[in-house]
């Protein structure tokens, strides 16, 4: 069997008989191997049969355009190069060629010179394309891949692990010593942690992957606001921080998923919690305008360093100092940011040290009007 690779096959569809030839005799001299059509719809033919790398395509031909050939090959063989030949070169011709799947135009008259030159970075460009696309589907089944494993190799040992530490925590009672409950309390959290963690990292993969299950609706974004903070109540009351919201009562509806977005906020008030001293407050305001929806959380924590709000929405980062007391699994703002570009939306974040930090929320209104109440928790 011949190792020797298959030569790339180029079509040239033209009505000149003399500009046919000349292209055919230049690029086999290449080492191209050449097909030609002297019609639009032969061309066509050609082309669905032999799955060329390459055509080029004269804009004026009898029966049917250069512009309808063009349109049905883009169409038709999504990795073939097309270039436009003509003898009427302007910018407008050009954009519409590009618009309708070109990859470049090719003047009349041109040099050899000129058509080898093309047709190289014609197939140089076609090469980098299917290895992108290549690259692409590996990717994403190695995301499939590791998704499966996550869940079932990681995810299911950690359940146990922690159902059997609870277990032994209930069945303990005042068995053991202060010590000893303290240890397995500590065991207790390390596991959920890492079992957050895991869930986090599987939800991003499955976002970036589209297989996250999100059922949106057109829904209240201030009934999601109001059902979160009443979740992060009790938190805040226990740390002694003051939890308070102001909710325009004219709020329009969005189209959203209602359990990613409480998971959303929760998250962002809860990592206001985490950095917020006994005393301080938390605030939730919610506005809009004729387009969009403006969510602000503010706090009057510690504040971010300026060097690392930048990194703020990185996967695996964490604001804190080696000696900080404060879990977190690194992951919990990704999926934030994950979870508001799925919703057309944004998050960014700005912060003092020492005076506080703001995350907005922003979302595309997809109704006018709707009504809301605003209120003060804690």
Not at 39 to 65: C, T
Not at 73 to 86: C, G, Q, S
Not at 130 to 138: A, D, G, N, V, W
Not at 156 to 180: C, H, M, N, T, W
């Amino acid at each position: 069997m011949s190792n020797t690779p298959e030569k790339p096959l180029i079509l040239v569809i033209d009505d000149e008989e003399a500009l046919r030839d000349g292209c055919r005799q230049v690029l086999e001299k290449c080492g191209y191997a050449v097909l030609t059509a002297e019609q639009g719809d032969e061309g066509i033919k050609l082309a669905r049969e032999r799955m060329p790398a390459m055509a080029f395509v004269d804009l004026k031909m009898p029966h049917m355009s250069g512009m309808e050939i063009i349109e049905i090959l883009a169409r038709d063989l999504p990795d073939i190069v097309l270039v436009m030949i003509t003898g009427f070169a302007s910018i407008v011709s050009a954009v519409e060629a590009i618009q309708k799947g070109a990859y470049d135009y090719l003047p009349k008259p041109f040099n050899p010179d000129q058509l080898r030159a093309l047709t190289k970075r014609g197939l140089d460009h076609r090469n980098l394309k299917i290895e992108t696309k290549k690259l692409k589907e590996e990717k994403e089944q190695m995301t499939k891949n590791f998704i499966t494993f996550v869940s079932h190799e990681m995810r299911s040992p950690l359940v146990v692990i922690r159902q059997y530490i609870e277990a032994l925590k209930e069945i303990a009672g005042d068995r053991f010593d202060k010590d000893v409950r303290e240890i397995i309390e500590r065991c207790r959290k390390r596991i959920q942690n890492l079992e957050e963690m895991v869930e986090h990292w599987l939800d991003i993969s499955r976002i970036e992957n589209g297989t996250l299950a999100q059922q949106k609706a057109s829904l209240s974004l201030a009934s999601i606001i109001s059902r979160s903070v009443e979740e992060m109540t009790p938190l805040c009351k226990k740390k002694g921080i003051s939890l308070e919201t102001s909710i325009s009562k004219k709020l329009p509806q969005i189209t959203g998923d209602a359990e990613s977005l409480v998971r959303v906020f929760t998250n962002v008030i809860g990592n206001a919690t985490k950095y917020t001293p006994n005393g301080g407050k938390i605030t939730v305001k919610a506005q809009n305008d004729e387009y969009y929806i403006t969510v602000s959380i503010a706090d009057t924590g510690r504040g971010i360093p300026s060097d690392k709000l930048l990194l703020i929405f990185e996967p695996f980062f964490r604001c804190g100092g080696k000696n900080d007391k404060q879990s977190s699994s690194g992951l919990g703002l990704t999926f934030c940011k994950k979870i508001m570009e799925s919703h057309n939306g944004s998050i960014a974040v700005s912060s003092k040290e020492g005076e506080g930090t703001t995350f907005v929320l922003t979302f595309p209104a997809s109704i006018n009007t709707s009504k809301n109440n605003s209120g003060q928790v804690c």
